[in-house]
């Protein structure tokens, strides 16, 4: 399983859950700055309109469903910014130069793969807007929204953030659990694990999410409805080809964390599944846990998070080439690291949140760090260190805007392991063809995702 797979807590007794269901903590922006959303200083989601000295762009918001030269609002498209050439390039040899702006990992990714990894660096864009109904979420959870059952939950308007104020580093990390976007998609994907030596360990997946949460037609309260429904069957690797994986993730985790079913090939039965949590690690190679989609998913209870404030970085942005078809796989994932000469680093405000394990709870990460694109709430860089501290893992999103979902759509993750040297890139559909993603569709339902349909299909 692939998407939002998250967490399973014990379950609480029922006395505990009654002492949590009423214990909320007021986060209500007041009613100056909620008016503050979408006007001179602000956009509607909460980032700054102005850009800076340093070369993050001016937030226009001037497209929503498309740009001039759109080709197809369905498929591949080179972007608006296919004719700009890089400004600069950051590479091993001059990254000094451009410290303030790089994050740790990306510093490490120069050291440990010099020849393989740079940053081609492009003029900053802030162009996409988030549409009315999602703008006019955020500003009543602005006035409203508050944490809920002891940081498990929200009480909030589904479609958006709930939070465009920030006060804690767990308010902050639910709006990256929460954030806008598809509120359906599906497709067929590669999974590349790319070792040291070019081998590449294969993974392929066929799948669907359905999240009644980003439903553009229909708000409804966080503590009424789930985050998504996922649907995957995996077609590679060979071992586990035909097997299939139904479930859903809540909005709220103070009952559990994600349902999942599995249907095993060998037995033709289905069976509830256990454990898919956490650290556990994904096929192909375990090159990354299942909350390391996203580069953070699933329930936030065993981190104490902290808001370390804002700041400027080089990050992944406008990469539509990442994408194109026309670029095979034999050319896109080269030994080290993804071809720099595809991708496209943009100067851009980010939020950085930093988790640290709770004493006394388990998890392969002691500490990660996440760099949030101010303008979306998306995770778009991960740094995840150890628990001895040292700097193991660090991953990145190519998200790229989609004009059919008005929507940014999370594309090519790239996770480095900075010790053994491999990479795993996922979400991969350059070599799709025809199952290339399909996003909010209308003819999608939640007795799709359900165990009983994963039998039917099964068979």
């Known amino acids: 399983m692939t998407l939002r797979i998250g967490l399973r807590r014990a379950a609480l007794p029922a006395a505990a859950l009654m002492a949590l269901a009423v214990c909320s903590v007021n986060a209500k922006a007041p009613e100056a700055q909620v008016r503050e959303l979408d006007g001179a200083r602000l956009t509607c989601i909460g980032a700054e309109r102005a850009g800076s000295a340093s070369g993050v762009a001016a937030y226009t918001g001037k497209w929503l469903d498309g740009w001039p030269g759109l080709r197809d609002a369905q498929g591949y498209d080179p972007g608006p910014y296919a004719a700009e050439h890089p400004l600069y390039t950051v590479t091993a040899d001059n990254q000094a130069k451009y410290a303030d702006q790089l994050g740790d990992g990306q510093k490490a990714l120069l050291r440990k793969q010099?020849?393989?990894?740079?940053?081609?660096?492009?003029?900053?864009?802030r162009d996409f807007r988030l549409p009315d109904w999602a703008c006019a979420a955020v500003k009543q959870n602005a006035a409203s929204a508050q944490l809920v059952h002891d940081g498990l939950g929200t009480q909030a308007v589904t479609g958006a953030i709930a939070f465009p104020f920030p006060q804690s580093g767990l308010e902050a990390i639910w709006n990256v659990i929460l954030g806008h976007g598809p509120w359906n998609e599906t497709a067929t994907i590669d999974i590349a694990d790319v070792f040291p030596g070019g081998r590449i360990a294969w993974g392929k997946q066929r799948y669907m999410t359905l999240s009644p949460y980003a439903d553009p037609a229909r708000r409804r309260s966080t503590q009424d409805t789930v985050a998504a429904y996922f649907w995957d069957q995996t077609l590679l690797p060979e071992r586990d080809k035909g097997a299939i994986g139904v479930g859903f993730q809540p909005t709220d985790f103070k009952d559990g964390s994600t349902h999942v079913w599995a249907y095993n090939p060998g037995i033709r039965r289905v069976r509830q599944a256990a454990d898919i949590n956490f650290d556990y690690p994904t096929p192909p190679s375990g090159l990354r846990t299942v909350d390391d989609d996203l580069l953070f998913n699933g329930s936030p209870e065993r981190y104490s998070w902290k808001l370390l404030g804002k700041r400027e970085m080089?990050?992944?942005?406008?990469?539509?080439?990442?994408?194109?078809?026309?670029?095979?796989y034999k050319d896109l994932?080269?030994?080290?690291?993804?071809?720099?000469?595809?991708?496209?680093y943009e100067l851009h405000r980010v939020w950085v949140i930093e988790g640290t394990l709770k004493p006394g709870l388990r998890h392969v990460y002691g500490r990660r760090v996440l760099y949030v694109d101010e303008d979306t709430w998306h995770a778009v860089w991960a740094d995840n260190y150890d628990v001895r501290g040292q700097l193991w893992r660090t991953s990145f999103i190519v998200y790229r805007y989609a004009p059919d979902a008005q929507a940014w759509h999370r594309g090519v993750s790239v996770f480095h392991d900075l010790l053994s040297g491999a990479y795993e890139a996922g979400y991969l559909v350059n070599e799709a063809g025809r199952d290339w993603w399909r996003l909010n569709r209308s003819d999608m339902n939640a007795q799709m995702f359900s165990p009983d349909a994963a039998t039917r299909q099964g068979h």
């Open 314 to 328: 080089l990050i992944p942005y406008h990469a539509f080439r990442v994408n194109d078809p026309a670029i095979p």
């Open 114 to 125: 010099p020849k393989a990894f740079r940053m081609p660096v492009y003029a900053s864009h």
């Open 333 to 344: 994932l080269t030994e080290g690291s993804l071809n720099p000469d595809v991708m496209r």
